[in-house]
C-alpha cells in the first residue's frame, strides 16, 4: 500500500523547554482512517500542527504525497484539510463566504456546484446566508468539516472531531469519514476516546508523552486493549487456584481473597459462563463480583511499562 | 503565485471595510473637516501664508499624510492582529500560500482603504481651501509608497502584538506624536534651530515634506531625500516583515 505521509524523527520542543514529540516515526497509509490515540498533553495536536504547517518542528522530516512539507510547502499544503481541535470561526462573515474563501485560499478556482453539495451532505445548505456568530457550537464545527473539505483535499485531518458533540452529528460525522474514505481521501483524526477509535479506525496509533508507543492494526490492537477484568470476592479464602480451573489463567489477589479472571471484552464469551458454572462444581462460593474495563489510563500504563522493560518496539 | 488565495484574502479584507464602513470612513472625513474649520478657518485667518500659501492649503497635504499613516497602521495590523486573536489564523497557516502573497494581499487591501481614504479627505478638503497639484504623479508616487510602507508597518505591529492595548498603544504613543511632530501642521523652518535639526531625526518629516512638495513645488528638505527616505522605510518594513515570516515569529510555536 502507498504511504501517503511519511513522518520521520520528528521532534518538537517549544520555547518553554516542554518536550512535545521525541522523535516520532510514523507512515500513514492512502485511502486509511487512521486514528491517533493519547490522552491530552500526549502530543497529537503538536503531531497534527506539524504537518499542517501551524508549528515550526524542531527536528525530524515529513513528506506528504512525497512533498517534504517545508521545502515543498505548497504542493503538500494543497493536499490536506485540517479541522482544528477548538471552534475558530470569523463572526461576521455568512457560512457560503466562509467556505468560498477557504477554496480560494487553498488555490482552487471557484465551484459554487461543488461547495453546494458540500453544504448540503452537511446539512448546512439553509444556513448558507447565515452569519457564522449566529450559529451553534454544532453547527460551526460542521462549518469548520466543510471550510477543511472546500478544496477537495486528498487527506482530511481532524483534531478531536468529536468532543462536545452532540450525538447526531457525532453519527454524521463518522458516516462523512467513511463516505470520504470510500472516495479514496486519508483521514487522519486524533482522539482520547478508545471507542471512537475503535468505531472509526482502520489502524491505531497509540501516543503518550510525546512518543508514539505503537502502531497496530484496529483488531490486532483491540484485543489489546479491550480486555475486561473479572473480580470475585471469595467467600473464603483461596491458599491457590485449584487444578480444575487451571486453563482460565486466574490470578488470587488480596492474600487469596480475591480471584482475578481477565477475558478479552470482543463477541460472545462462553469462557466465562463456563468459569462461573466450574467455579460451582469446584465449591467456591464468592460473596460479590463486579467487572471493570481496563480503562485508557490503565493500558497506557501497561504499554509504557512494557516498553521500558525493553519488550516490544514502537512499530 | 496562488493568485486565487490573494484574491480571497484581498476581498476579505475589503469587506471588512465595507461591513465598518460608517468608522472607517466617516470618521476621518469628520475630523479632517473640524481641523479645516478649526485651523484653517478660525485661526489660520490669523496666520500669515506659510511658504507662499494660504495657511489652510499648507494643512492639506499634512493632514492627508497624518490620515494615511495612522490608518494604514491600523487597517493593517488589525487586519492580521485579529485572525491571530480569534485563532482563525490556523487557515492561513496552513494553506498553500507564500510570505509575499500573504503580504500582498494583507497589506495591498490595508493600503488600498487608505488610499482611499485620502482621495476622500483630499475631496473634502476642496470644499474648504482652493487647491493645486504640482506634481501630480510623484503626489500619487508618495501616496503609494507611503502607504504601503505603512501598511507593511501595521501589519508587523499586528504580528507583534499580543493583545489588544499594545495594538492600540504603539499608533497612539509613537505614530500619532511623530506625525503631529513631523510638520503636519507647521513648516519646520518656523521651529527655533536646535528643534529643527531634532525633528530632522523624525521619518515622518520626510513623507510629510515630500508629499507638500509635490502639491506646492515647496519643501523642508530636498524632494530626492523625502524619495530617499521613503524607500528606506519600505525596505526596512519589508525586511522586517519577511523576518517574521520566515521565522515564524508569533506565529508558529
Known amino acids: 500500500m502507498h504511504t501517503v505521509i511519511s513522518i520521520s524523527g520528528l521532534s518538537k520542543t517549544y520555547a518553554s523547554g516542554f518536550d512535545a ?164 481521501v486519508t483521514v487522519i483524526l486524533t482522539t482520547h476516546y478508545i471507542e471512537e477509535a475503535e468505531e472509526m479506525a482502520d489502524r491505531i496509533g497509540v501516543i503518550t508523552r510525546g512518543e508514539l508507543i505503537l502502531v497496530e492494526d484496529k483488531a490486532t490492537l483491540m484485543r489489546k486493549l479491550g480486555g475486561k477484568q473479572l473480580t470475585l470476592q471469595l467467600a473464603a479464602p483461596l491458599a491457590q487456584i485449584p487444578p480444575v480451573l487451571s486453563g482460565y489463567g486466574l490470578t488470587l489477589a488480596q492474600g487469596g481473597k480475591e480471584l482475578v479472571y481477565r477475558y478479552e471484552a470482543e463477541g460472545e464469551d462462553s469462557a466465562l459462563v463456563d468459569l462461573l458454572q466450574e467455579l460451582n462444581t469446584a465449591g467456591i462460593a464468592f460473596a460479590d463480583l463486579q467487572t471493570t474495563q481496563r ?10 511499562s512494557e516498553r521500558e522493560r525493553g519488550g516490544e518496539g514502537a512499530r | 503565485m496562488n493568485w486565487h488565495a490573494v484574491r480571497a484574502i484581498y476581498l476579505f479584507e475589503m469587506a471588512r471595510t465595507r461591513r465598518t464602513l460608517l468608522q472607517s470612513v466617516l470618521a476621518p472625513v469628520i475630523t479632517t473637516s473640524l481641523y479645516f474649520v478649526v485651523f484653517g478657518s478660525a485661526i489660520g485667518a490669523r496666520i500669515p501664508e506659510v511658504e507662499g500659501v494660504s495657511y489652510g492649503a499648507f494643512l492639506v497635504p499634512g493632514l492627508i499624510m497624518l490620515n494615511l499613516l495612522t490608518q494604514s497602521v491600523s487597517n493593517a495590523s488589525f487586519g492580521i492582529f485579529f485572525p491571530k486573536f480569534s485563532r482563525t489564523i490556523y487557515e492561513l497557516l496552513s494553506a498553500p500560500v507564500s510570505h509575499f502573497e500573504i503580504v500582498l494581499s494583507y497589506v495591498g487591501a490595508a493600503a488600498t482603504k487608505s488610499i482611499l481614504l485620502s482621495v ?65 501642521f507647521y513648516s519646520i523652518a518656523m521651529l527655533p534651530p536646535l528643534w529643527r535639526t531634532v525633528t530632522l531625526f523624525n521619518p515622518v518629516v520626510y513623507l510629510v515634506s515630500g508629499f507638500r512638495w509635490s502639491f506646492y513645488g515647496t519643501a523642508d528638505v530636498a524632494v530626492g531625500i523625502s524619495l530617499g527616505m521613503s524607500l528606506l522605510f519600505l525596505a526596512v518594513f519589508v525586511g522586517v516583515a519577511t523576518w517574521m515570516l520566515r521565522t515564524g515569529y508569533r506565529l508558529k510555536p
Open chain 1, 21 to 184: 514529540l521525541k522523535g516520532v516515526d510514523l507512515d500513514i497509509r492512502r485511502g486509511e482512517i487512521f486514528a491517533l490515540l493519547g490522552p491530552n498533553g500526549a502530543g497529537k495536536t503538536t503531531l497534527i500542527s506539524i504537518v499542517c504547517g501551524l508549528v515550526n518542528p524542531s527536528a525530524g522530516r515529513v513528506t506528504v504525497g512525497g512533498h517534504d512539507i517545508i521545502r515543498d510547502y505548497r504542493a503538500a499544503r494543497a493536499l490536506i484539510g485540517l479541522v482544528p481541535q477548538e471552534l475558530t470561526t470569523d463572526a461576521f462573515e455568512t457560512v457560503w463566504n466562509t467556505v468560498s474563501f477557504s477554496r480560494g485560499l487553498f488555490g482552487k478556482p471557484p465551484d459554487p456546484a461543488y461547495l453546494a453539495r458540500l453544504l448540503q451532505d452537511l446539512s448546512l445548505w439553509n444556513k448558507k446566508d447565515n452569519k457564522l456568530l449566529t450559529l451553534s457550537g454544532g453547527m460551526k464545527r460542521r462549518v469548520l468539516i466543510a471550510k477543511a473539505l472546500s478544496h477537495e483535499p486528498q487527506i482530511l485531518f481532524l483534531d478531536e472531531p468529536t468532543a462536545g458533540v452532540d450525538v447526531e452529528l457525532r453519527r454524521d460525522m463518522w458516516q462523512l469519514v467513511r463516505r470520504l474514505r470510500d472516495n479514496g
Open chain 1, 295 to 304: 480503562s485508557l489510563e490503565d493500558i497506557f500504563v501497561s504499554l509504557v
Open chain 2, 120 to 184: 476622500i479627505i483630499l475631496a473634502t478638503a476642496t470644499f474648504f481651501v482652493p487647491l493645486r497639484i504640482e506634481h501630480p504623479l510623484w503626489m500619487i508616487g508618495f501616496l503609494l509608497l507611503t502607504a504601503v510602507s505603512f501598511s507593511l508597518l501595521g501589519f508587523i505591529l499586528g504580528i507583534w502584538a499580543d493583545n489588544f492595548e499594545k495594538l492600540q498603544l504603539v499608533p497612539l504613543l509613537i505614530i500619532t506624536p511623530l506625525t503631529f511632530l513631523g510638520g503636519s
